[in-house]
Antibody
């Protein structure tokens, strides 16, 4: 069974940093581009980042560009999202996904003083 | 970036009646090499991840009840729930996954029971 599990969420002060992880199982991780999507409280789904199967190609939404870094470890079947200079508007549930068909349960990030 | 526009923002439907949600993309999602439209529909409930209902505009995901159907091509797409059930109360999103990222979402449509 294909499975994704996020971890690393928590509460952090504005300006702080946090690193999210996403562990993958049940599919060939090394062959698959991966994505990060978030949902702020009361808001819709926002596509924020992606990384190609070998890690060479990345994408960032303007809202996170320059502050977030996506990476992956294909030996460990893990996806990461390093978040720095966090703002209150980054407060959201963060989901990792394998395209459209496999999603993690999400991890909550709260940025507040 | 491809902009996805969903309508309506919300709708209330009686149990057993039909719900129709529209999604329009700012450019065609039809890939000429395989004649497929790269458009997905999701159901989102609080505290849960998005649940894939439909992919490639009209293919129902395994295990999804057949009251959910997707149609459309190019830039105009529709999700239909035929015979709304109480468990269908949720927010529904379309997402395009044509070409390279970003794979943008529509704003969402909240479906409630009338």
């Amino acid at each position: 069974e294909m499975h994704l599990a996020e971890s690393g969420g928590g509460r952090v002060q504005p300006g702080g940093s946090l690193k999210l992880s996403c562990s993958a199982s049940g599919f060939t991780f090394t062959h698959t581009a991966m994505h990060w999507v978030r949902q702020a409280p009361g808001k819709g789904l926002e596509y924020i980042s992606a990384i190609g199967s070998d890690g060479a190609d990345t994408y960032y939404a303007d809202s996170v560009k320059g502050r977030f870094t996506v990476s992956r470890d294909n030996d460990r079947n893990k996806l990461y999202l390093q978040m720095t200079s966090l703002k209150e508007e980054d407060t959201a549930v963060y989901f990792c996904s394998r395209g459209v068909d496999v999603w993690g349960q999400g991890t909550t990030v709260t940025v507040s003083s | 970036d491809i902009v996805m526009t969903q309508s309506p923002g919300s709708l209330a439907v009686s149990l057993g009646e039909r719900a129709t949600i529209n999604c329009k993309s700012s450019q065609s999602l039809l890939y000429s090499s395989d004649n497929q439209n790269y458009l997905a529909w999701y159901q989102k409930k609080p505290g849960q991840p998005p649940k894939l209902l439909i992919y490639r505009a009209s293919t129902r995901e395994s295990g999804v009840p057949d009251r959910f159907s997707g149609s459309g091509s190019g830039t105009d797409f529709t999700l239909t729930i035929s015979g709304l059930q109480a468990e269908d109360v949720a927010v529904y999103y379309c997402q395009q996954y044509f070409g390279l990222p970003p794979y943008t979402f529509g704003q969402g449509t909240k479906v409630e029971i009338k």
